[in-house]
């Protein structure tokens, strides 16, 4: 495994991203800091409030409980493993907040400044001597075994990073051509439809068209036959 003295000397630390319930009714706001990058877990967490100053606090990607915490206003305190928390303003009983350093995680990604500004601080090897294990380390990175699914990464799986994203993209071109198929065969369905709609309902301009055509001459058919009884009888007046 990658020494975590190295991982914390070449990459910056993660943000911690803070999302507010829409529905909570209280003014608690929450705010916190990665004060721990190298134990700090990559997972998904829950505050639930359980009172004005209490929460328990729950792994989200887990599913399990982490604890249950007491807290008093504006003091910042530590909780599961690095995450540096302050609580301001009234909580109620019900109000939940969800934090991670995950989301977003891809696009901050940066290495250390100190690196930046000075790259011969790159614990590249284990001792003083040069020996460059480290940097063999994280070379090695690439075959490791770090993710046990799609979704989820737990440190440790059957996943390499490389196996990891083409299961993504694969699962990610399957489900679109799922929901392309899904498309067409709603499609066809709309157009039989819409046939067997306009079959019962609908009207054919062509078969009108006919018909006021036939209207018409029996119309004046009937026109006709009026005038020309009229010249009969006008003719048998004059007799």
């Known amino acids: 495994m990658l020494t975590e003295v190295l991982v914390w000397t070449f990459f910056s630390a993660l943000d911690v991203t803070v999302d507010h319930?829409?529905?909570?009714?209280?003014?608690?706001v929450v705010s916190m800091t990665n004060a721990s990058p190298t134990t700090v877990s990559v997972d998904e967490f829950e505050i639930a409030f359980t009172g004005n100053n209490a929460f328990t606090l729950n792994n989200l990607t887990t599913n399990a409980s982490s604890g249950a915490f007491t807290f008093t206003g504006e003091t910042t305190f530590n909780i599961k493993d690095g995450f540096a928390v302050t609580i301001s303003g009234n909580a109620i009983a019900g109000d939940k907040v969800t934090f991670s350093v995950s989301e977003d995680a891809?696009?901050?990604?940066?290495?250390?400044?100190?690196?930046?500004?000075?790259?011969?601080?790159?614990?590249?090897?284990?001792?003083?001597?040069?020996?460059?294990?480290?940097?063999?380390?994280?070379?090695?990175?690439?075959?490791?075994?770090?993710?046990?699914?799609?979704?989820?990464?737990?440190?440790?799986?059957s996943y390499t990073f490389d196996e990891y994203y083409n299961a993504v993209v694969s699962t990610i071109g399957i489900e679109s051509f799922s929901?392309?198929?899904?498309?067409?065969?709603?499609?066809?369905?709309?157009?039989?439809?819409?046939?067997?709609?306009e079959s019962i309902s609908g009207v054919s301009i062509d078969e009108e068209m006919i018909k006021m055509i036939k209207f018409q001459q029996a119309y004046n058919a009937s026109a006709r036959m009026i005038s020309v009884v009229d010249e009969m009888l006008d003719a048998l007046n004059r007799m």
């Open 106 to 157: 891809a696009s901050g990604m940066a290495v250390s400044s100190t690196i930046t500004a000075n790259t011969r601080k790159i614990a590249a090897g284990t001792t003083t001597n040069g020996d460059g294990d480290n940097a063999l380390l994280m070379a090695d990175l690439q075959n490791e075994l770090a993710f046990n699914s799609v979704t989820w990464s737990s440190g440790a799986g």
């Open 21 to 28: 319930n829409v529905d909570n009714t209280g003014t608690a």
């Open 179 to 197: 929901a392309q198929a899904t498309l067409r065969q709603q499609e066809g369905i709309m157009l039989q439809l819409n046939s067997r709609r």
